[in-house]
């Protein structure tokens, strides 16, 4: 081999004696190049931008020899620089891998929801509810046997099991020692209407009744032609209807027969009453003086009093039972308190009633299981 020979001539050429040893110079054999470290990547998939290694690294060397002998004389100084790079170059660093982060994957739009189509419709406008129809004692659509379809609040008018008025069979009563009732009635100021059913007149305070010593406030009195009450299947001309009510609700209705003649009681066994001669009453005359000349206006004359107490009979013995409103709601739970002695009137007054209300009463209803009850 070359290189071989290089090194025995070189070895031959120092054993020969030379005047001036320290003079002589052995050529200089650079070391071999120290071995790099080949970096390893953090990411296997990158390639590497370097030349491939020799393979043989004395055949480089002595390559590199032959090539600095053919160029000068003299020492020859073999240095690493002259040798082929079997490694890339330290200075060329890798490129740090650059994370590239995954963005996420974006869902895919929706399509847009299409807009709802509004059909506006014009409604027609809903019919107006057809008028409440007034309830009346005449035959009718708002007449007694309609008053329970009138409004729901009328039911008790066609199922109720006390309802008034009623027919009173004298001979049926249950005679008894009842309380007396004390009239605590003053004058007061008169206020009435006309409501188209029959004629009221406004109570005042301080007009009160006491029954069973319970205390109850006059609050109206009207007026019925001919009366609701009966008396063995008849009845009388005219009753007035003293209405009364405690302050927890409950009612009492003192009724006052009122007649001009005895013809309507015949089937009454006492009648010593009609052997007084029939006159004006002064109460009822104050009424039938003031009706307002227009239905459901408030009549109130200056300085026109009233005393309740002009529409009670001498005799305030009276029968007793529960009973009901006489109108709509029919409500149950009221005493009544009929008189047994009637108020006298002329045939005048009875007329002149008549001719603003005629047959406001409403029909007998059925008595059922209940008591009367007559004072003794």
Same mark, same amino acid.
């Given at each position: 081999?070359?290189?071989?020979?290089?090194?025995?001539?070189?070895?031959?050429?120092?054993?020969?004696?030379?005047?001036?040893?320290?003079?002589?110079?052995?050529?200089?054999?650079?070391?071999?190049?120290?071995?790099?470290?080949?970096?390893?990547?953090?990411?296997?998939?990158?390639?590497?931008?370097?030349?491939?290694?020799?393979?043989?690294?004395?055949?480089?060397?002595?390559?590199?020899?032959?090539?600095?002998?053919?160029?000068?004389?003299?020492?020859?100084?073999?240095?690493?620089?002259?040798?082929?790079?079997?490694?890339?170059?330290?200075?060329?660093?890798?490129?740090?891998?650059?994370?590239?982060?995954?963005?996420?994957?974006?869902?895919?739009?929706?399509?847009?929801?299409?807009?709802?189509?509004?059909?506006?419709?014009?409604?027609?406008?809903?019919?107006?509810?057809?008028?409440?129809?007034?309830?009346?004692?005449?035959?009718?659509?708002?007449?007694?046997?309609?008053?329970?379809? *009138?409004?729901?609040?009328?039911?008790?008018?066609?199922?109720?099991?006390?309802?008034?008025?009623?027919?009173?069979?004298?001979?049926?009563?249950?005679?008894?020692?009842?309380?007396?009732?004390?009239?605590?009635?003053?004058?007061?100021?008169?206020?009435?209407?006309?409501?188209?059913?029959?004629?009221?007149?406004?109570?005042?305070?301080?007009?009160?009744?006491?029954?069973?010593?319970?205390?109850?406030?006059?609050?109206?009195?009207?007026?019925?032609?001919?009366?609701?009450?009966?008396?063995?299947?008849?009845?009388?001309?005219m009753s007035a209807h003293l209405v009364h009510e405690h302050y927890d609700g409950s009612k009492v209705?003192?009724?006052?027969?009122?007649?001009?003649?005895?013809?309507?009681?015949?089937?009454?066994?006492?009648?010593?009453?009609?052997?007084?001669?029939?006159?004006?009453?002064?109460?009822?005359?104050?009424?039938?003086s003031h009706v307002p000349l227009v239905r459901n206006q408030v009549a109130s004359p200056r300085n026109?009093?009233?005393?309740?107490?002009?529409?009670?009979?001498?005799?305030?013995?009276?029968?007793?039972?529960?009973?009901?409103?006489?109108?709509?709601?029919?409500?149950?739970?009221?005493?009544?308190?009929?008189?047994?002695?009637?108020?006298?009137?002329?045939?005048?007054?009875?007329?002149?009633?008549?001719?603003?209300?005629?047959?406001?009463?409403?029909? *007998?209803?059925?008595?059922?299981?209940?008591?009367?009850?007559?004072?003794?």
């Amino acid at each position: 081999m070359a290189g071989g020979s290089i090194a025995i001539a070189a070895e031959e050429k120092a054993k020969e004696p030379s005047p001036t040893t320290a003079q002589t110079a052995k050529p200089t054999i650079a070391p071999a190049a120290p071995s790099i470290a080949t970096p390893v990547s953090k990411n296997p998939a990158a390639p590497v931008a370097a030349a491939k290694p020799s393979s043989n690294s004395d055949q480089d060397m002595a390559e590199a020899l032959v090539k600095k002998i053919s160029k000068s004389s003299g020492d020859i100084v073999l240095r690493s620089s002259d040798l082929p790079p079997p490694y890339p170059d330290p200075k060329a660093q890798a490129k740090p891998e650059v994370k590239v982060e995954k963005k996420a994957e974006a869902k895919p739009k929706e399509p847009p929801k299409p807009e709802p189509i509004i059909i506006i419709v014009k409604e027609e406008p809903a019919p107006p509810p057809p008028p409440e129809i007034p309830w009346t004692y005449v035959d009718g659509p708002g007449g007694p046997k309609n008053w329970a379809t *009138l409004r729901k609040e009328n039911q008790l008018c066609e199922v109720g099991k006390m309802q008034s008025p009623i027919n009173i069979i004298t001979d049926n009563t249950v005679k008894g020692n009842l309380s007396p009732i004390v009239f605590e009635y003053q004058p007061f100021l008169l206020s009435l209407l006309d409501n188209g059913r029959s004629v009221e007149v406004s109570g005042r305070a301080n007009n009160n009744i006491v029954l069973n010593e319970k205390k109850y406030r006059l609050v109206a009195i009207h007026f019925h032609k001919p009366s609701e009450e009966a008396f063995n299947g008849e009845r009388a001309e005219m009753s007035a209807h003293l209405v009364h009510e405690h302050y927890d609700g409950s009612k009492v209705i003192v009724a006052v027969l009122m007649g001009s003649s005895s013809r309507l009681f015949d089937g009454v066994p006492e009648k010593k009453w009609w052997n007084n001669a029939t006159q004006d009453n002064p109460l009822f005359q104050i009424v039938l003086s003031h009706v307002p000349l227009v239905r459901n206006q408030v009549a109130s004359p200056r300085n026109v009093a009233i005393n309740p107490l002009q529409l009670l009979p001498e005799d305030r013995t009276y029968y007793t039972y529960m009973g009901s409103l006489t109108e709509p709601p029919c409500t149950e739970g009221v005493t009544w308190i009929i008189m047994k002695t009637p108020l006298l009137v002329t045939p005048q007054q009875i007329h002149s009633f008549g001719q603003i209300h005629n047959n406001n009463v409403r029909p *007998l209803q059925p008595q059922g299981d209940r008591i009367v009850k007559e004072i003794r």
